[in-house]
Structures are given as C-alpha cells and as structure tokens.
C-alpha cells in the first residue's frame, strides 16, 4: 500500500480532466440550502424577467411548460469542492426567454422564491450556456433541489444555478448577490478555482 491514500490522491489530483482544481467527485446529489426550502405551487408560480428600463415580461407554469424544451446532460461543480458529472436535466434554454428582448443590459441579478440571490453576466446566461430546468433524471425537479424550477449555469460553481428561481433582472451594472455579497467571487469560474473575492 502507498503512502498517498487513492482518497488523498484523489482530491489532491484527481487525473480526471473534467474535474476542475480542487474538486472531488459526488456519488450522491448533496443539497445546499442557506435557508429553508420554499414550497412553490405551480398555480401561483410566475417567472419575470425585468429589463434595465423596468419593462417587465411574465411566464405563468403553463406558459413555460408550453415552451420548447431541452434535454441537457452536464457537470456540476459546487465551490465545497464537490462535483457531479454527467447530470440529467430537462429546461427552458435562457435564450428562449430572454432571446427576442430589447436590451442593453450586461449584468443580470438572478432572484428566487425565499429571498436568494445571485449575480452574474447576461452573456454568460445566453448561446445555450444556462436553463430554467424543471425535471432532473428524468423526474420532477425536487423541492430540495430547487423545484419546481431552478437556474442551471453548469459552466460556473453550482451557487449561480439559483433554486426556485422567480425572475431575472436585467442590469447595466454588476452588483453581488447572496454570496457575493459575503465573500465569494463575483464570477465564479471553477477551472480557474474563482470560489472567493481576489481568487
Ligand atoms: N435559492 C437558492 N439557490 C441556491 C442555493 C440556495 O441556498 N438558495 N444554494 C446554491 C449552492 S451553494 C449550491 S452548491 C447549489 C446546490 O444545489 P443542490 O442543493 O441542488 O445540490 O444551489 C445553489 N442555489
Ligand atoms: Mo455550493
């Protein structure tokens, strides 16, 4: 037996080239809540998106259910350093909400059911990069993890896919959300280990 565990090793360098630095890869689907977990009934759930000059735009469940939708098979990467890959999903790409808009906007704060927030750029939500997903392995989207609907932005750590997600606002400035506003990086690339302001 080696000195170095192969758990050891395993954080330290995994050797797999889709786990970013750092990371350690999840069998299970952890949840992370910082609060409790809203119950949002699809008859009262609506989605805004809010554009800089306060033009407002609304989707009722149904109306986002009659959208079309995609299948999406991605990575996840939380900043407490674990990460999934190959997750299953089914969403709304963001572009087909904010696609048609007239905008000038670059930022976005992102808004959930419960209070949460989170900030991030809106070209980074766009070209088939984030969804409103409302279905994981096939099922529902859990309450627990973010159901009905939740934001899915793979390519940045996991606190940007905001659970029970209720609207994006549009923005001409950056400003930090939940997280952000406590520490953790205004962007939050995993591959270039972005979890705290300064990284
Ligand atoms: N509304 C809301 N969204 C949230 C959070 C939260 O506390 N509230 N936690 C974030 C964090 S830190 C992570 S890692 C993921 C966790 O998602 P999961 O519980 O489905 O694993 O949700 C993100 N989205
Ligand atoms: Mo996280």
């Not at 565990?5 to 080239?17: L, M």
């Not at 994981?136 to 896919?161: C, D, I, M, N, Q």
Request: charged share 20%; glycine share 12%; proline share 8%.
């Amino acid at each position: 037996m080696g000195v170095v565990t192969p758990g050891f090793s395993g954080r330290a360098r995994s050797g797999n080239p889709r786990l970013p630095p750092g990371q350690y890869l999840a069998e299970d689907f952890p949840v992370l809540s910082a609060g409790p977990t809203p119950r949002v009934r699809t008859e009262t759930w609506e989605f805004t998106v809010t554009t800089e000059t306060g033009e407002k735009h609304a989707w009722s469940w149904a109306e986002l259910m009659a959208l079309p939708s995609e299948k999406f098979t991605v990575d996840i990467h939380c900043v407490t350093q674990w990460s999934k890959l190959d997750t299953h999903w089914r969403g709304v790409a963001v572009d087909t909400l904010v696609g048609g808009l007239d905008t000038a906007a670059d930022y976005v704060m992102v808004h959930s059911y419960g209070g949460y927030t989170t900030n991030l750029p809106l070209a980074d939500l766009l070209d088939g990069q984030a969804w409103i997903a409302y279905e994981y392995g096939g099922k529902p989207l859990t309450p627990e993890h973010g159901g009905p609907a939740r934001l899915v932005v793979p390519h940045l750590y996991f606190w940007k896919s905001a659970k029970w997600v209720r609207g994006l606002e549009l923005k001409t400035r950056d400003e930090p959300g939940f997280w952000e506003n406590v520490g953790y990086h205004d962007y939050g690339d995993p591959w270039r280990e972005q979890r705290y302001q300064g990284d």
